[in-house]
Each structure stands twice: as structure tokens, then as C-alpha cells.
């Protein structure tokens, strides 16, 4: 019971700051969303909301990386802890 408990706080330690990375996107891009309605709505240029598009996507891309790369780790840390107990 100890190794869940080692992993689940594994899992927290490393798993918390890109989910809060991409919760954080999540808010631009619906930022970003509801601006590109108002530009629309208001017939102004698109070219300041399509530079802030790329970054946006960049960092959803890092942390997702580093979400999915922190997970396999602890994984991969878990599967080894099992094959030597057993």
C-alpha cells in the first residue's frame, strides 16, 4: 500500500504544475475566443488576435509534453518497483 501512496504523491508533484499550465491556456485561449468574436462583431483587424494564436498553442504544446512526459516516468518508476517485488 505504501508504493500507491509513494506514487499517487509522485503523481501529484509532478502532475499539478502542467495541469495548472494548461488551465492556464485554457483561460487565454477562451480569452482569445471571445476577443475574436468581439474583433468580428466590430469589423477590426484579425492580425493582433492571429500573433497571439502561436504562442498560445506553443505553451498548450510544452506543458502538455511535460504532462505526459512526467507521467510515463513515474510509469515506467512504478513498473520497475513491481517487477523487483515480485
Do not use: C
Not at 25 to 50: C, D, I, N, P, V
Not at 52 to 61: R, S, T
Amino acid at each position: 500500500m505504501e508504493d500507491v501512496s509513494s506514487y499517487q504523491h509522485d503523481l501529484r508533484e509532478k502532475v499539478f504544475p502542467s495541469l495548472g499550465q494548461l488551465k492556464s491556456s485554457k483561460t487565454k485561449l477562451e480569452q482569445a475566443g471571445a476577443q475574436s468574436r468581439m474583433m468580428h462583431e466590430k469589423s477590426f483587424s484579425t492580425r493582433e488576435y492571429g500573433q497571439m494564436l502561436p504562442p498560445l498553442a506553443f505553451q498548450v504544446a510544452r506543458a502538455t509534453k511535460e504532462l505526459v512526459s512526467n507521467v510515463e516516468s513515474i510509469e515506467w518508476v512504478q513498473g520497475v518497483v513491481e517487477e523487483n517485488l515480485t
